[in-house]
């Protein structure tokens, strides 16, 4: 199974910036979909970004116009790109690959966004 490691996370203040970054120990060309989750505390972990191996994206209403994934084989590693952030950002966001045979996450990483 693939490792996978976030970065990138911290505490801004709203209407500011942040990339995270999934970090993956194998090549991640053959995975169906790499996505991005989030989860704040008490709610369930939902789904933020996802891009398939097609190249199409799909983002949460909340997000879209301001969040971009991407994914660069070269370096195998997913990008979450975040603009203009607001306090109900704040969550642990976790990187996610999956084929039919496999489904990895990491171990997450923290955003908090508070003035």
């Known amino acids: 199974q693939v490792q996978l490691v976030e970065t990138g996370g911290g505490l801004v203040q709203p209407g500011e910036s942040l990339r995270l970054s999934c970090a993956a120990s194998?090549?991640?060309?053959?995975?169906?979909?790499m996505a991005w989750y989030r989860q704040a505390p008490g709610r369930q972990r939902e789904l933020v970004a996802l891009?398939?191996?097609?190249?199409?994206?799909t983002y949460a209403d909340s997000v879209k116009g301001r969040f971009t994934i991407s994914g660069d084989h070269a370096k195998n590693t997913v990008y979450l790109q975040m603009h203009s952030l607001k306090p109900e950002d704040t969550a642990v966001y976790y990187c996610?690959?999956?084929?039919?045979?496999?489904?990895?996450w990491g171990q997450g990483t923290q955003v908090t966004v508070s003035s």
């Open positions: 996610n690959l999956r084929t039919s045979l496999e489904n990895s």
């Open positions: 194998r090549s991640i060309f053959s995975y169906d979909t």
């Open positions: 891009i398939r191996s097609t190249g199409t994206t």
